[in-house]
T-cell receptor
């Protein structure tokens, strides 16, 4: 079945550590996205990518980095510069950026700072 | 800037009741609108996608309507069941060249009481 796989489901980060969240899709979608979800704040866009080797900052990109070396993969690195990384992270994809066929989401990664 | 509001923030109904969830948006120049369901600690599951040229979409007990001119969408759930308990999110995509413009509401948390 086609879909988006996020791993790991739970991730613990120590102070000053960089961690990478994985997002893989087998839907042949061109566009991929990373969102952060905090209680009471809704979903906020971190980064998005329309095509391979290209990505754009979203509303809250500071302290995060991404790469898009393959169409299927869009990993997110949470760097030590992100001062409050504890949150639920969601990856999504769409066939086109305009979402003509809608958006598909992964099951999320919960990141906790210890 | 597009703003999406979902009212009420929480709703509790007895099993079997029909109910309506509301979504309003400030910029009517939308390309499409999508309703999602989110269970606690899980990702988003797409329920219905309405293109700007459409008035409604139906899937089983769910019916979503769209009135672009008034900036409103409703999600109607017939004969509610305890398994419908979840948070329901609406998201709108604004047409226009350039940057990615998908905006989410903060959701309505639905509890269906057996």
């Amino acid at each position: 079945d086609g879909g988006i796989t996020q791993s790991p489901k739970y991730l613990f980060r120590k102070e000053g550590q960089n961690v990478t969240l994985s997002c893989e899709q087998n839907l042949n979608h061109d566009a991929m996205y990373w969102y952060r979800q905090d209680p009471g704040q809704g979903l906020r866009l971190i980064y998005y990518s329309q095509i391979v080797n290209d990505f754009q900052k979203g509303d809250i990109a500071e302290g995060y980095s991404v790469s898009r070396e393959k169409k299927e993969s869009f990993p997110l690195t949470v760097t030590s510069a992100q001062k409050n990384p504890t949150a639920f992270y969601l990856c999504a994809s769409s066939r086109r950026q305009d979402g003509f066929n809608g958006y598909t989401f992964g099951s999320g990664t919960r990141l906790t700072v210890v | 800037k597009q703003e999406v509001t979902q009212i009420p923030a929480a709703l509790s109904v007895p099993e079997g009741e029909n109910l309506v969830l509301n979504c309003s948006f400030t910029d009517s120049a939308i390309y499409n609108l999508q309703w999602f369901r989110q269970d606690p600690g899980k990702g988003l599951t797409s329920l219905l996608l309405i293109q700007s040229s459409q008035r409604e979409q139906t899937s089983g007990r769910l019916n979503a309507s769209l009135d672009k001119s008034s900036g409103r969408s409703t999600l109607y759930i017939a004969a509610s069941q305890p398994g419908d308990s979840a948070t329901y999110l609406c998201a709108v995509y604004n047409s226009g060249a350039g940057s990615y413009q998908l905006t989410f509401g903060k959701g309505t948390k639905l509890s269906v009481i057996p």
